[in-house]
């Protein structure tokens, strides 16, 4: 699935409302932690893009098609040679955190050229264990569920 960005800074809205509405088609629901992480996602890797490559970009969204263990992947391509900066933002500065949120939160993520551009990707491990992400941690670090 992909969607057409234009170099607009509107466009980072029109993505977090595409790729929310995808991820439920795909019965990941919007309260899960894992929507709120990819939507997190999106919305930093559309705004460096529209931000500082002022090119079109398009947004490409994979999503695992079965239960069990699986990978999603989120990808923006724009045609700007320009490599990612991973900067660290100092105190109250409010630009330069959105790659360290990308590095955070996504279990890999990378960037590749791409033709005449390039393409930034990350990817979330999706852990079908029957889980809760809200159950509570041993001092071993594994999830327990209560019974």
Not at 1 to 22: F, K, N, T, Y
Not at 121 to 143: H, I
């Amino acid at each position: 699935m992909q969607l057409e960005i234009r170099p607009d800074p509107a466009e980072v809205g029109r993505a977090r409302q595409w790729a929310r509405s995808r991820l439920a088609g795909s019965g990941i629901e919007a309260d899960e932690p894992l929507a709120e992480t990819l939507i997190l996602l999106v919305s930093e890797l559309v705004t460096n893009a529209v931000v500082h490559t002022g090119c079109p970009a398009v947004l490409r969204l994979c999503l695992p098609g079965g239960a069990g263990a699986a990978t999603v992947r989120l990808e923006v391509a724009d045609s700007s040679t320009r490599p990612p900066m991973p900067r660290h933002a100092d105190g109250d500065e409010t630009n330069g955190r959105g790659l360290e949120l990308v590095d955070g939160l996504a279990d890999r993520w990378g960037w590749n050229p791409e033709g005449a551009g390039k393409r930034i990707w990350c990817e979330v491990d999706r852990c079908a264990s029957g889980v809760s992400p809200d159950a509570p941690y041993s001092a071993d670090g594994f999830a327990y569920e209560a019974v």
